[in-house]
């Protein structure tokens, strides 16, 4: 098992939302180009190897050298955000967003994690068994959070 990090979303992640049949209650649309959910590559700090946090480096001249070492072209891995579902399958409750409680975004993902040495169908999360997100508006307490089932999996269940 890998060790347990965290990595902050640098680059926001877009996504497209038409209108439901029920009240307060909103399903995401397909977008014409394909792109419902815009596949945003986030850096994963330390790269493959996750050794060291590049970004924590306060010395300009270490943090580049780091960079250069632990998160280039071999050893770099940027985890791209996908659906792991159909776009109708994620939720918008308008009435929790609003009020500030409850889930307003439900989002079933897989995480691609890309990479050269580990391929191109490298997945946390699948089609399957997807990581549902259950967000919510507003500020939250913090603290440790611990996704259920996630580990390394291989898709070859899409093209």
Do not use: D
Not at 39 to 49: E, I, R, S, Y
Not at 68 to 97: D, I, Q, R, W, Y
């Amino acid at each position: 098992m890998w060790p347990s990090q965290t990595a902050p979303v640098r680059t926001m992640i877009g996504i497209a939302v038409e209108s439901g049949s029920e009240p307060f209650i909103k399903h995401m649309a397909g977008a014409l180009n394909g792109e419902t959910l815009v596949k945003t590559p986030q850096k994963v700090p330390g790269g493959l190897l996750g050794l060291v946090k590049c970004n924590e480096i306060s010395n300009i001249l270490l943090r580049i050298a780091c960079e250069v070492t632990f998160e280039n072209g071999v050893t770099g891995v940027n985890a791209v955000t996908e659906l792991a579902a159909p776009a109708s399958s994620v939720v918008l409750n308008t009435a929790a967003e609003q009020l500030g409680e409850g889930t307003a975004l439900t989002l079933p993902i897989k995480v691609h994690l890309e990479n050269p040495l580990l391929g191109s169908e490298c997945y946390i999360g699948s089609t399957k068994e997807p990581i549902t997100l259950n967000l919510t508006t507003g500020a939250t307490t913090g603290g440790k959070v611990e996704l259920a089932n996630s580990e390394f999996v291989e898709e070859s269940e899409e093209g």
